[in-house]
């Protein structure tokens, strides 16, 4: 991989026009409107990445782009791959290596996630505090001390970092968005949990679920970011609502919150 990272590199410092982004951002499904904020933004199509996996999924735009917002230069991901795509978790984690070595230094991944705890709402903004890897797999299978300054075994008492949680939570309140926090369960997908599953799920401590995030965060941590989640809690989990459930509801809630999604982000990154 280290041969391809450097190709991959060259790739987007090529088309970067100088700009050294030290902030790191992933759109989640439907959240890819948050980059149309970027000023003189330049944009690359994942298709023209070494090593990056296209998109197939609604919602997904596929490219990265890479532009300046309140002073920031930021590089966002719009859109992901996912296991349930065929991809393995180190080929879904490729691009958080990516934004590592062109220089990102703090990481923001983003989702669309099913609630599980009563207190979670459809259109809910959930910062993420802590996850359960429940996908089966890791992209850290494989690696470790071998990259310098890696360590084999990843310490992952605090994946998502506190002072980032605090600061998602203060550009909330003085936005009055009423922010939660939660413990995020991935697993791969593609069918939606069962009943019986919710239930499992809750009872392990998940207040939401989603199909992805957690191996783009056991990377970055791996390379030392410093990361924060959100996720947006786009529909309930199967069995609570009695309701079917189906991509198109998280797509049509994304649509409908992007606006407060938005505006938080841009306020966090502001004060970073």
Not at 11 to 22: D, L, T, V
Not at 234 to 258: C, F, M, P, Q
Request: aromatic share 4%; with cysteine.
């Amino acid at each position: 991989m280290i041969p391809e990272l450097a190709e991959t590199k060259t790739a987007i410092e090529s088309k970067s026009n100088g700009r050294k982004p030290a902030i790191g951002v992933v759109l989640g499904s439907g959240l890819g409107s948050f980059a149309d904020q970027l000023e003189d933004a330049v944009k690359i199509p994942y298709a023209g990445i070494p090593g990056f996996r296209p998109t197939s999924v609604p919602g997904h735009a596929g490219q990265l782009m890479i532009g300046s917002l309140r002073g920031k230069t930021l590089a966002v991901l719009q859109g992901r791959s996912h296991i349930y795509e065929g991809c393995t978790a180190a080929e879904v984690a490729f691009p958080i290596r990516a934004l590592g070595v062109i220089g990102v230094k703090t990481l923001m991944t983003t989702c669309a996630a099913g609630g599980i705890n009563s207190q979670l709402r459809v259109g809910s903004l959930m910062a993420i505090e802590d996850h359960i890897n429940f996908t089966g797999d890791n992209p850290l299978i494989g690696r470790g001390s071998s990259e310098a300054g890696n360590v084999k075994f990843l310490d992952m008492t605090q994946a998502y970092s506190s002072r980032l949680l605090e600061k998602l939570t203060v550009a909330s309140d003085k936005l009055k968005l009423g922010l939660r926090r939660g413990v995020y369960m991935a697993v791969t997908g593609p069918n939606y949990e069962t009943p019986s599953e919710t239930k499992a799920m809750a009872w392990l401590g998940a207040d939401a679920i989603g199909m992805s995030v957690v191996p783009e965060v056991l990377v970055a941590r791996h390379l030392g970011m410093e990361v924060a989640g959100l996720a947006v809690i786009t529909n309930l989990a199967a069995g609570i609502s009695g309701r079917r459930l189906s991509h198109d509801e998280v797509l049509e809630t994304t649509r409908k919150v992007s606006e407060n999604f938005n505006k938080l982000l841009e306020e966090f990154i502001a004060n970073l």
